[in-house]
T-cell receptor, first 115, second 110 residues
Framework: KAGVTQTPRYLIKTRGQQVTLSCSPI?????VSWYQQTPGQGLQFLFE???????NKGNFPGRFSGRQFSNSRSEMNVSTLELGDSALYLC?????FGGGGSPLHFGNGTRLTVT | SQQGEEDPQALSIQEGENATMNCSYK?????LQWYRQNSGRGLVHLIL?????REKHSGRLRVTLDTSKKSSSLLITASRAADTASYFC??????????FGTGTRLKVLA
């Protein structure tokens, strides 16, 4: 079974631009979660999608948004980029949503650098 | 906000030694998981322990959970250089999301 695929692997953007990240979950997984990882803040939960609906959201500004398609693939968008958005963005898929003891399967992330 | 705090933040040991890292959390949980992250890559699920379990084993891994102290420990026995990675605990408190700790960076010297 193919793992979680995130594209692109690396991105360099300028302040004020917007960016879209993509995540393809493991086949059969309907839940996709997004996390931001920085050295100072660790892993911070962004949001989770299940069956094309956002089920949970972390404490991030509205510049961070996402969506999920009928094939469970998910995209994350960050508008009006700020220097502080530089981070490793991780996507994870699982069978169930909202925890419940279902392990998360992570992609290798997209490294976003904002200059 | 972080639910789990791992301790120590960094750990350096010789190959063949045991490595122990701890995770403390703040609120009651349904389950706790441990993940490993190799440098610059995604996290890999290692083991899950439910709130009604006290100890669990998987290969060279041993996890304990003390809900009265709100803490868990991960023991890696007979460490190998390939175990060099960051280790994170993640808690499920019934809030429909996992909260990750700050991580322990383990370095195993050959």
């Amino acid at each position: 079974k193919a793992g979680v695929t995130q594209t692109p692997r690396y991105l360099i953007k300028t302040r004020g631009q917007q960016v879209t990240l993509s995540c393809s979950p493991i086949s059969g997984h309907r839940s996709v979660s997004w996390y931001q990882q920085t050295p100072g803040q660790g892993l911070q939960f962004l949001f989770e999608y299940f069956s094309e609906t956002q089920r949970n959201k972390g404490n991030f500004p509205g510049r961070f948004s996402g969506r999920q398609f009928s094939n469970s693939r998910s995209e994350m968008n960050v508008s009006t980029l700020e220097l502080g958005d530089s981070a490793l963005y991780l996507c994870a898929s699982s069978l169930a949503f909202g925890g419940g003891g279902s392990p998360l399967h992570f992609g290798n992330g997209t490294r976003l650098t904002v200059t | 906000s972080q639910q789990g705090e791992e301790d120590p933040q960094a750990l350096s040991i010789q190959e063949g030694e045991n490595a122990t890292m701890n995770c403390s959390y703040k609120t009651s949980i349904n389950n706790l998981q441990w993940y490993r992250q190799n440098s610059g890559r995604g996290l890999v699920h290692l083991i899950l322990i439910r709130s009604n379990e006290r100890e669990k084993h998987s290969g060279r891994l041993r996890v304990t959970l003390d809900t009265s102290k709100k803490s868990s420990s991960l023991l890696i026995t007979a460490s190998r250089a390939a175990d060099t990675a960051s280790y994170f605990c993640a808690t499920d408190s019934g809030t429909y999301k996992y909260i990750f700790g700050t991580g322990t960076r383990l370095k195993v010297l050959a």
